[in-house]
């Protein structure tokens, strides 16, 4: 018989009052590493990301929802009343960190920072994820990721150079901030372990959208070049490393070194343009970047996508463009995991992206996301509240 999988997060509680995207993503992480993730709901209506649409398991339950929130406990919990307050700092006492993704200035107003938990638990760590900071005069400004991208520079760097600003499909700067909000958590976890003392783990969606431009960023600080739009997605030091016509489509070609543009020139058979004075190096290449594309693309656009990747794939880096439904029809993710399903009240088969972290080879379990409030009594009476005592806050409306 397989032992189940060791999870090294077992035995961690981390009380969440979070919503929609950024701060779920990464606590989900840490649910599916084996903490027990409270995420912290207002009684009626939840987290906002339940109500996104268009998809809905039923009403007020969304697809959307799921995808942030699967292996969480779900609390209804009115952290803006005396009542609710007393509820927190009760559970608060047995919980390993505390995390949110509020607005800079509400964490403070709602008693979920480190400096307000102290007393009841001094080893407690308190991640906080806003959007602009807690500490500066955008503390109560609301912002979400596109805002980000747009201010850090993202859509002047993504599209083809004579069309406008173009965002990344998605929301990746909630994700990538997200993870590093996880990142800090577990280390100051690690430091309240080996101390018995907490502390305050701060990251927002600016500073985090910033830190991901990278080498471009450096380049511009150090030498004053700015990195423009280059043509096909292209890298913008190194070609042939971009997208080409290909008879029925696109296909994304690497030459990232030189000895996979000798591959990629020999296994098309244009061995004769190793020769070319123009591609004849990697500065040559750059220099005739546009040249170099028309060239290939006659070539490319001979065969079809399929016909290339069977030439190229395994022997220089080299993919198809997909569209959504093509990426994840891919039997390559069936045969690697990726795709997992889940038992949902509603839907018995729900299919979801399994986690990209292994463990000893094998994929982390994966638990649909809760129901609104269906782990509020059972939490509850752990921290000892009696039957009536939960009766009496549901009809306050505290929970």
Known sequence: MTKPLRLPLTGYRILSAEQYGAGPYGTMFLAQLGAEVIKIEPPKQGDTARAVGPHYLRDGESLYFQSFNLNKKSLTLDLTVPEGQAVFRRLAKSAHAVANNMRGDLPAKLGLTYGALAEINPAIVCAHLSAYGRDNDRAKWPGYDYLMQAEAGFLALTGEPDGPPIRFGLSMVDFMTGTMMTIGLLAALIEAGRTGTGRDVDVDLLSAAV?????????????????????????????????????????????????????????????????????????????????????????????????????????????????????????????????????????????????????????????????????????????????????????????
């Open 211 to 399: 830190h991901q431009t990278s080498y471009p960023a450096v380049w511009y600080l150090n030498e004053g070049d700015v990195t423009p739009r280059a043509p096909r997605s292209a890298h913008p030091s190194v070609t042939p490393s971009q997208m080409f016509r290909t008879a029925d489509g696109w296909i994304f070609v690497m030459a990232q070194l030189p000895k996979f543009w000798t591959i990629l020139i020999n296994r098309i058979d244009r061995a004769d343009l190793a020769s070319d004075p123009r591609f004849a190096t990697p500065a040559d290449r750059l220099g005739n970047r546009d040249a170099l594309t028309a060239v290939l693309d006659a070539v490319f656009q001979q065969h079809p996508t399929d016909h290339w990747l069977q030439v190229l794939r395994g022997h220089m880096p080299v993919s198809p463009v997909n569209a959504l439904d093509a990426a994840l029809d891919n039997p390559f993710l069936a045969e690697t995991g990726m795709l997992d399903m889940v038992a949902h009240p509603d839907r018995a088969e729900l299919r979801v992206l399994a986690n990209p972290i292994r463990l000893d080879g094998e994929r982390l379990p994966n638990r649909a996301g809760p129901l609104l409030g269906a782990d509020t009594a059972p939490v509850l009476v752990e921290a000892g509240y009696s039957v009536a005592e939960i009766a009496d806050l549901k009809a306050r409306g505290v929970i």
